[in-house]
């Protein structure tokens, strides 16, 4: 016949704690400091950590990816192809569903892009000095700044005060 293997239990019947070690333990939650994250703040603090209340907060803007100007007119003929940039004649139309929401400046544009996304300062200027044009709503845009900044300044000529001379300085 074999042997049959008692259980834990019946093996613990007759001693007076089954294996809970001294009397006073398994008292209920009193014994273990109350239930679930009880006291996390107080006396269970150095074990759970101080807890922190959930605060609500307006979902941030949804910021879309920015591509340098270098980059973007590498990969114009490439994103034609894909449908994501469309051509007119020469001019390359970017907006919204080539992916990106922003230009960046760096780079330079070889070929003529009609911008409907935002850019930075410096792009729009590359992109009309490179014979394209910029049509996005930007807040405190005005084209003529952007076209009167790429010419250079006069040479100022100061007039002298009355009774100073070059070498009298």
Same mark, same amino acid.
């Given at each position: 016949? *074999?042997?049959?293997k008692r259980r834990k239990k019946?093996?613990?019947? !007759?001693?007076? *704690?089954?294996? =809970?070690? &001294?009397?006073?333990?398994?008292? /209920? =939650? !009193?014994?273990? !400091?109350?239930?679930?994250?009880? /006291?996390? &703040?107080?006396? +269970? @603090?150095? *074990?759970?950590?101080?807890? %922190? *209340? ?32 469309? +051509?007119?004649?020469? %001019? ?5 569903? $080539? ?9 330079? $544009? ?5 911008? +409907?996304?935002?850019?930075? =300062? !410096? ?5 009309? =000095?490179? /014979?394209?044009? @910029?049509?996005?709503? %930007?807040? &405190?845009? %005005? ?16 007039? $002298?005060v009355e009774g100073e001379t070059?070498?009298?300085?």
């Amino acid at each position: 016949m *074999t042997d049959r293997k008692r259980r834990k239990k019946n093996k613990l019947r !007759g001693q007076r *704690t089954m294996g =809970a070690g &001294n009397t006073k333990n398994r008292r /209920g =939650a !009193g014994s273990r !400091g109350g239930r679930g994250k009880a /006291g996390a &703040n107080k006396h +269970k @603090f150095h *074990t759970i950590g101080r807890l %922190k *209340t959930k605060k609500y907060r307006l979902k941030g803007e949804v910021r879309g990816k920015e591509i340098q100007l270098g980059r973007l007119d590498a990969m114009l003929n490439e994103l034609v192809a894909k449908g994501k940039v469309t +051509k007119e004649g020469e %001019k390359f139309v970017v907006d919204l569903r $080539s992916g990106y929401s922003k230009v960046l400046s760096q780079g330079e $544009s070889a070929h003529k892009i009609i911008l +409907k996304i935002n850019a930075s =300062a !410096g792009a729009i200027k590359k992109i009309i =000095a490179a /014979g394209g044009k @910029f049509e996005f709503a %930007k807040k &405190n845009y %005005k084209p003529e700044e952007v076209i009167s900044g790429d010419e250079e300044d006069e040479d100022l000529e100061f007039e $002298s005060v009355e009774g100073e001379t070059e070498e009298g300085k």
